[in-house]
C-alpha cells in the first residue's frame, strides 16, 4: 500500500472519529429536520455529510476533516455560553424570540432548497458532479444560522444577567423585552418620587379667624384643642397621613386614655367618631365641608397649603370647623434626576396620587412629572392603569412588592430609567444580530453558489467554513457586548432612543400593563 493510500485512509478515520465525537450534531441536527423542527444544528449535519462524501469523491479528507473541526469549535463555544446562561432563561418564550426562531427554521428550508438549486445549475452548466457536490458542500457550510438560533437568545439572556447584577429582578424574561416597549410610565407618588414618611408641617385653628361667626363662639377652638382631638381620631386608621398627624399629637397634646366610640373611616374622604359625647371629624374638604362651615381664611390658607405642595387635613366638631393641619411628604433627592433621565428617553410620566389636584400638580412640577392623576383611592389604581392600555405598553411603578408582577427594582427613582436602559440595549442588540445575520447570508451564500464564479472563482467549502465559524464568533461576542454596558450611564439615552424609535418599535406595542415595585 503506497503512502497516497495511508494518507487518505488516515484522514477519513480522523474525519470519523471527529464525526463520533460530536455525534449530537448528526443527532440532533437531522432529528430536527425529520420532525420539521430544522435547528443550529441541522445545516451543520448537512453540509459536513456532504464535505464527507466530496472527500470520498475526490479522495482527499482534509477539507471535510477541518470544516468538521471548525464546526466543532464553534459548538463546543456556543455550548458552554449557552449552559453558563441557562438560568438566565427561565423557560421563557418571548415574541422576540418566537419569531426568531420561526424565521431560523424557514432559514434552513430556504439554503437547503438553495443549495440544491445550486447543485442541479452546475450540473447542467459544467456537467461535472465533483464541481457540482463542492458547490453544496460550500453553501451548507458558508450559511451561518448561529444569529439566529444562538446569538438572539443569548443577547436576551445576557441583559437578563446584567439586570439582575444592577439588583433589577424581572419576573420572567419576557419581561425584559415588554418593558424596551414602554412609553408611558404610572408612578406612584408616595414612596416613589416622595419619601413615603409625611410629616406635620402646618396647624391653623379657627380660633385666629377675625370673621365674627367664629369669634364669637364661646367653644374652646385652640390650637391645641384642634391637634388633640385630630390626634385621637387620627390615632385609629392605618395611613400615612394619619401616623404622621398622630405622632405630632403625641408629641404636642395629651391624646392617651381618650376612647373614640363608633369609629368609622371612609375610604379616600375621612374618619368619623365621638369623642367626649362630640362628633369629630377629619377628612378632605369634600367630606368635611358637608358637615361644617369651612371660612373663607381657612380656604384661602389650605389653597397656599397646596400651592407649596402641602396636604391639607379638615378637622371638625360637631357642626364647627376646628381648622386644618397641613401634611407634606418630603421629595426624595433623586427623584428629579430618575424623572429627567424618562424624559430623556421618551418616556411619558405620570404622577398618580390620592391628593388633591392642586397639591399634586404643585409635586409634579416641582419634579418634573408631565401629568398628574390625581384624587385615586389605593384600590383605584390598577384600574387607573388600565385606562392606558390603548396607548401602548404601560408601566406602573409602586412600592407594593407584592404587586409586582413584573419585575423589581432598587428603592431608586433613577433604577426605573435603568430599567427601561437595559431594556433597549438588549433588544437593539438582538436587532443588531438579526441586520449582520442578514447581511452575510445575502452576501456569502451567493458567493458560496458559485454566482460570481466567473469573476471570483469558486469558493472551497473549507474556506466558507472558516468565513461561517469567524462570523458565528463575532455574532455570539456582539451578543455578550450589554456585559460591559453601564445601566446607570444616561448619556446615550437620547441616541438609544432615536434609534428605538426611528425603527418604529411604538408599532409593535402590545397593549400590557407592567407592574414595577420599588424595593429598599
Not at 441541522?42 to 456532504?50: D, F, R
Not at 424565521?103 to 438549486?117: G, L, M, P, Q, R
Not at 390598577?382 to 392600555?389: A, F, G, L, Q, R
Request: proline share 3%; aromatic share 8%.
Amino acid at each position: 500500500m503506497d503512502m497516497n493510500a495511508v494518507a487518505i485512509i488516515l484522514q477519513m478515520l480522523l474525519c470519523i472519529i471527529i464525526m463520533i465525537l460530536n455525534r449530537k450534531i448528526y443527532i440532533s441536527g437531522f432529528g430536527g429536520l425529520f420532525n420539521k423542527a430544522p435547528n443550529k444544528y441541522s445545516l451543520t449535519a448537512l453540509g459536513s455529510i456532504a464535505c464527507f462524501i466530496y472527500g470520498i469523491l475526490i479522495r482527499s479528507f482534509l477539507t471535510p476533516a477541518v470544516v468538521i473541526t471548525l464546526f466543532a469549535i464553534v459548538n463546543r463555544i456556543t455550548e458552554y455560553l449557552t449552559e453558563r446562561f441557562e438560568g438566565e432563561e427561565r423557560d421563557a418564550k418571548t415574541p422576540i424570540l418566537s419569531e426568531v426562531n420561526a424565521k431560523a427554521k424557514a432559514f434552513v428550508y430556504i439554503v437547503i432548497a438553495f443549495s440544491a438549486i445550486a447543485f442541479v445549475f452546475w450540473m447542467i452548466i459544467e456537467k461535472d458532479i465533483f464541481r457540482a457536490l463542492c458547490v453544496v458542500s460550500t453553501v451548507l457550510v458558508s450559511a451561518c444560522p448561529i444569529p439566529l438560533f444562538v446569538s438572539a437568545p443569548l443577547a436576551l439572556k445576557v441583559g437578563d444577567s446584567v439586570a439582575k447584577k444592577n439588583k433589577i429582578l424581572f419576573e420572567d424574561i419576557s419581561k425584559l423585552e415588554d418593558t424596551a416597549f414602554c412609553d408611558t410610565v404610572l408612578i406612584n407618588k408616595s414612596g416613589i418620587i416622595t419619601k413615603g414618611e409625611p410629616v406635620v408641617t402646618d396647624v391653623f385653628s379657627t380660633a385666629s379667624l377675625t370673621s365674627s361667626g367664629y369669634s364669637a363662639l364661646k367653644v374652646d377652638r385652640s390650637e391645641n384643642e384642634l391637634i388633640r382631638y385630630a390626634g385621637i381620631i387620627e390615632s385609629h386608621s392605618q395611613h400615612p397621613i394619619a401616623k404622621a398627624v398622630t405622632d405630632y399629637a403625641f408629641n404636642h397634646s395629651d391624646i392617651e386614655n381618650t376612647e373614640v366610640v363608633g369609629f368609622i373611616r371612609f375610604e379616600g374622604k375621612g374618619l368619623e367618631g365621638k369623642i367626649d359625647g362630640s362628633v369629630i371629624r377629619g377628612g378632605n374638604h369634600g367630606f368635611v365641608s358637608n358637615h361644617a362651615i369651612i371660612p373663607a381664611e381657612i380656604e384661602e390658607r389650605a389653597q397656599a397649603f397646596c400651592t407649596m405642595g402641602k396636604t391639607p387635613i379638615y378637622y371638625s366638631k360637631d357642626n364647627m370647623l376646628l381648622g386644618i393641619i397641613a401634611v407634606s411628604d418630603s421629595i426624595k433627592d433623586n427623584s428629579k434626576e430618575g424623572l429627567a433621565e424618562l424624559k430623556t428617553m421618551d418616556i411619558k410620566t405620570l404622577m398618580v396620587t390620592g391628593d388633591n389636584e392642586k397639591t399634586a400638580k404643585a409635586i409634579a412640577d416641582s419634579v418634573g412629572c408631565d401629568e398628574v392623576i390625581s384624587g385615586v383611592l389605593t384600590e383605584e389604581k390598577k384600574e387607573t392603569c388600565e385606562k392606558y392600555k390603548g396607548e401602548g405598553n404601560t408601566a406602573f411603578i409602586c412600592k407594593d412588592e407584592n404587586d409586582a408582577d413584573a419585575l423589581i427594582i432598587n428603592d431608586d427613582v433613577r433604577e426605573i430609567a435603568s430599567t427601561f436602559r437595559i431594556s433597549r440595549i438588549t433588544l437593539l442588540n438582538i436587532h443588531h444580530i438579526i441586520l449582520g445575520f442578514v447581511l452575510y447570508n445575502i452576501i456569502m451564500i451567493p458567493i458560496a453558489a458559485g454566482c460570481f464564479a466567473f469573476i471570483l472563482g469558486h469558493l472551497s467549502p473549507m474556506l466558507g467554513a472558516s468565513f461561517m465559524s469567524a462570523a458565528s464568533l463575532i455574532f455570539i461576542a456582539y451578543a455578550l457586548l450589554p456585559n460591559s454596558t453601564d445601566v446607570h450611564d444616561p448619556g446615550k439615552d437620547k441616541k438609544l432612543r432615536d434609534k428605538v424609535w426611528r425603527r418604529k418599535w411604538k408599532k409593535r406595542s402590545r397593549s400590557n400593563i407592567l407592574t414595577i415595585s420599588l424595593k429598599s
